[in-house]
């Protein structure tokens, strides 16, 4: 029996999104800011922002996708998860041993600005400053790349994949806020991105396999 494509969809975008956020600048901001203020206003913050974005890389990827034939889609989706599982795999190979530590120290620069320009002490106030910083830092990341290539998957469902993304998010962020110290330590960016960059080399497998007749 073939595999359900809204299950395939959620399951991939969760673990796509899992992998890519842990360690991320967006996972640093939400750690630092949780550590100054109260976590669940941070977390509603942080993921409302990380939320916003989903919609908008996925609507990217679905309007990429419909500007091609239907037969073109597989095409389109394994090039792209090709040449994305490849890009993160040749990027692990340059990263450094303290490449987490060098994200946390970027996202600690953010944080310090934005605490310096506008200090925050009521819960609107930190939710606003963790939804603009977490904003910022998210456009332009792997992960809103990820996002966008996962809605060009044939077969991918839009509300399977945003499912998928938006726990995925809940996941890491919660994480960040909850144990972020003790986890940020532990985290190997170079372990991370060969596992992003290996799901989606088997993401373009699958995708090939729908493409050829």
Partial sequence: MPPDPALAAFGSSFTAITLAELGDKTFFVALLLAARHRASWVFSGA????????????????????LLPLALVPWLAALLFGAFGLKLLIDA???GANAAAEEAEEAEELVE????????????????EAFALVFIAELGDRTQFATIFLATGPGFGFAALLAGSLLGHALVTA??????RWIG???????LFRLSGGLFLAFALVALRQALP
């Fill in 113 to 128: 600005q934005a605490e310096a320009r506008h200090p925050s002490a009521t819960a609107w106030g930190v939710i606003r």
């Fill in 185 to 191: 330590g532990r985290l190997s960016e170079r372990l």
């Fill in 47 to 66: 993921f409302a922002a990380l939320a916003a974005v989903t919609v908008i890389s996925l609507g990217l990827g679905y309007g990429l996708r419909s």
């Fill in 175 to 180: 994480l960040a806020v909850g144990a972020g």
């Fill in 93 to 95: 190979q340059g990263l």
